[in-house]
């Protein structure tokens, strides 16, 4: 069983730098994809950042210009966010995601990480 944890939550400056990680523990066979998702009370959760093991990146539109992707490894967990110059309208709880596998694939979610920015 694969058990992912996000790391680097909490009280953001406005206007300051966030950075999260996600490790993760268990047997992963095949890396598909990677990313975050965030999610506030009464909505829906977002994409926030993906990364599949070819490279390609993908960010969610709120975020586009302020937010990396990143991991250590091409093949390798633990993978990171970094959001510069957040705002409060970034606050939400933060969850890691893995898909694992490539034509038979299953998913995987961190237990999420509350960011709140401050006003």
């Known amino acids: 069983q694969v058990r992912l944890v996000e790391s680097g939550g909490g009280l953001v400056q406005n206007g300051g730098s966030l950075r999260l990680s996600c490790a993760a523990s268990g047997i992963i066979y095949t890396l598909n994809t990677m990313g975050w998702y965030r999610q506030t009370p009464g909505n829906q959760r977002e994409l926030v950042a993906s990364l599949t093991l070819g490279g390609t990146a993908n960010y969610g539109e709120s975020v586009k210009g302020r937010c990396t992707i990143s991991r250590d490894n091409a093949k390798t967990i633990p993978f990171y966010l970094q959001m510069n110059s957040p705002e409060p309208e970034d606050s939400a709880v933060y969850y890691c995601?893995?898909?694992?596998?490539?034509?038979?694939?299953?998913?995987?979610w961190g237990q999420g990480t509350q960011v709140t920015v401050s006003s």
């Open positions: 995601y893995l898909k694992t596998g490539i034509s038979l694939t299953r998913d995987y």
